[in-house]
């Protein structure tokens, strides 16, 4: 018996070192929102810095339809949705030529509710040789890597009509066993785990928190946090944050006071990030920051469990990233607009701030850190890279502009290899800069 636990505990340390060596060479995969930590994290590497449709593009591939999903990616394969001819699909990309591999028909299509997005907005998420996809039809698939069904539910055929105003943004996450999805709307609202093999549901748990009218409704992402070295999920939207355990679903903590005047519109779309024991929760429509301790809170400490909390700088709709007790939020408000903030995630502290080139142009998609640069993508799919991150004041050192201008870029960069993939209106871009 001793033997068989040594033999785990060097298997567990092996596996920790080849992430950490596939982390430090910029080779990790990127298999969910935000990344395979859920912080909008690359890793160290030699991303490209400068590049323009003529230079530096290593592809680019039209994508059929209409979706703004941010890619994800493992080996030599991306995926995002799309939906096209009234149905929902799922789209895989050879990552080294570009090529669509193959697209699978998921469902009816029934976004097209914003501007900015349809019913395709949720990303991909990628666990072995399995997808998940999820739309706002209520279809959830789990599909093999070549492309095959195995399995599929409609959470509104089982659970309810959805009820949100707009496009559904809220994608669905990982934990061990679950693939999990968040439903926070005006009306029957919960997160409810499905085995990832099965796609039987695990546990559902209710999540009715009383927020009025649209600040009832949320688009934002439940991430994966650990707290006192125990799985759990963070979940913020209808004016709490809430933490489950990712085994049972149960509700071990809970803070509300997000809106405390009650404004009918609160809803949320940016999603929390979690630095360590911290949680960083934008919410007003971009105009506070609210950071919480997670131990405190399931400690039942209430308000006290909050850090820090700023009204004097936020973030709409990009989630923030965060590494190394920092956290890098843009602003997306009439008066923040290319605004870029780098606070202490301990103090709530401004370490640094900056202003992009002025636009008129907004800020859908969420800063990605790779090496020791910040990207940011406008709503023109024009890039902007700030470092270098480790100085004491960053700059602007690069603009980077793509023919696929056209309103609305809203998908986030991520890292493929040393390569950055942006994902346009019309298009998916492989860079290099090379």
């Known amino acids: ?105 998921l469902g009816p299509d029934r976004g097209n509710k914003h501007k900015k997005g349809g019913g395709s907005n949720p990303s991909p998420v990628i666990d072995g040789d399995r997808v998940y996809a999820y739309f706002r039809s209520g279809d959830l698939a789990c599909v093999s890597t070549g492309g095959k069904i195995l399995w599929q539910t409609n959470l509104q055929d089982r659970f309810g009509e959805d009820t949100l105003w707009w496009d559904l943004g809220s994608s ?83 803070l509300g006071g997000f809106n405390p005047t009650e404004h009918k519109y609160f809803r949320s779309i940016s999603s929390p990030v979690a630095e360590g024991n911290i949680v960083v929760c934008p919410y007003s429509r971009g105009e506070t920051v609210t950071a919480v301790r997670m131990d405190a809170l399931v400690a039942g400490k209430g308000k006290e469990a909050i850090a820090w909390f700023r009204d004097d700088l936020g973030s709409d709709v990009p989630t923030p990233a965060a590494l190394n007790g920092r956290v890098y939020l843009v602003g997306d408000g009439k008066t923040s607009r290319g605004k870029v903030w780098c606070l202490d995630v301990n103090s709530g502290a401004t370490l640094w701030s900056l202003d992009l080139p002025k636009s008129r142009i907004s800020y859908s998609s969420s800063p990605l850190i790779a090496g020791d640069h910040l990207y940011i993508t406008g709503e023109d799919a024009t890039t902007h890279v700030v470092g270098p991150l480790g100085s004491e004041s960053p700059k602007v050192v690069a603009t980077n502009p793509l023919s696929d201008d056209e309103p609305f870029t809203v998908a986030s960069p991520v890292p493929d290899g040393d390569a950055m993939m942006i994902r346009s209106k019309s298009n998916v871009y492989r860079i290099t800069g090379k």
């Open 1 to 105: 018996m001793l033997r068989i636990r040594i033999r785990r505990s060097l298997l567990a340390t092996l596996v920790a070192v080849v992430a950490m060596a596939s982390i430090t060479n910029g080779q990790e995969s990127w298999t969910q929102w935000r990344g395979s930590d859920q912080t909008g994290v690359a890793g160290e590497g030699q991303f490209p810095v400068s590049w323009n449709e003529e230079t530096g593009i290593d592809w680019k591939t039209a994508v059929p339809g209409k979706g703004s999903s941010t890619p994800v990616a493992a080996g030599s394969r991306a995926y995002v949705t799309s939906g096209m001819d009234e149905k929902n699909h799922l789209i895989a990309l050879d990552t080294q030529s570009g090529k669509i591999l193959w697209q699978t028909d």
């Open 172 to 254: 669905p996450m990982l934990t061990e066993s679950a693939v999990v999805v968040a439903v926070m709307q005006t009306g029957p609202s919960y997160l409810v785990a499905f085995d990832k093999t099965t796609g039987d549901v695990i546990w559902k748990e209710d999540r009715m928190l009383g927020a009025p009218e649209e600040a009832a409704q949320s688009y934002s992402t439940p991430i994966a946090v650990s707290i006192d070295n125990h799985p759990a999920i963070a979940v913020m939207g209808a004016d709490h944050l809430t933490l489950h355990d990712a085994a049972t679903g149960k509700t071990i903590g809970k």
